[in-house]
């Protein structure tokens, strides 16, 4: 089966960068992040983004109608039944329950993750079937960065696949 991996896409919701924002300890909005360096705002303070847990919730998915070949997902036509893996610097952490027949659907979560500096965040998407299951796609920030983390919400889309999911420091 068709690897796809796509990077995680930064959703364009950052205001000006390229200024100095503030550093460690000092104060921020979470709604627009602009803590600087591997911080992360929290609690009204920038704060360190690595080595801490992070929890991932409404994790939206949707695929494509037939798989990258052009044939359809099951046998017989059939729509996928697809579930989510998360993984943490290569190892699955979590993994969600299968919806049965859809292209897409949320993945509510939350699904904790505890982060490193320089590690790697990934986001599966497998159809179960009743052999071997096919992985559908990898969303993956390899590294994830703490710029990446302070946008909160986070999309791969190409191809006719997307994710796009919240992660917020607990
Ligand atoms: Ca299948
Ligand atoms: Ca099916």
């Not at 599966?124 to 299951?133: F, I, L, T």
């Not at 992985?135 to 889309?157: D, H, K, W, Y």
Request: negative net charge.
């Amino acid at each position: 089966m068709t690897k796809w991996v796509g990077a995680v896409a930064v959703a364009l919701t950052l205001g000006a960068c390229g200024g100095s924002g503030p550093g460690p300890g000092e104060s921020c909005s979470p709604s627009v992040d602009e803590c600087s360096g591997e911080t992360i705002c929290i609690g009204g303070a920038c704060e360190a983004a690595f080595g801490r847990v992070y929890s991932i919730t409404d994790v939206q998915v949707s695929v494509p109608s037939s798989d990258p070949v052009g044939d359809a997902w099951d046998a017989f036509g059939g729509a996928p039944d697809p579930f989510i893996v998360v993984a943490v610097n290569g190892t699955p952490i979590a993994t969600s329950a299968t919806r049965d027949d859809a292209f897409g659907g949320t993945f509510f979560g939350p699904y904790d993750a505890t982060l490193i500096g320089g590690g790697s965040l990934a986001i599966e998407v497998w159809d179960e079937d009743v052999s071997a299951n096919d992985l559908m796609f990898t969303c993956e920030g390899s590294p994830i960065t703490a710029s990446l983390l302070r946008q909160r919400t986070l999309v791969c889309n190409s191809g006719g696949f997307m994710i796009q999911f919240q992660i917020d420091p607990r």
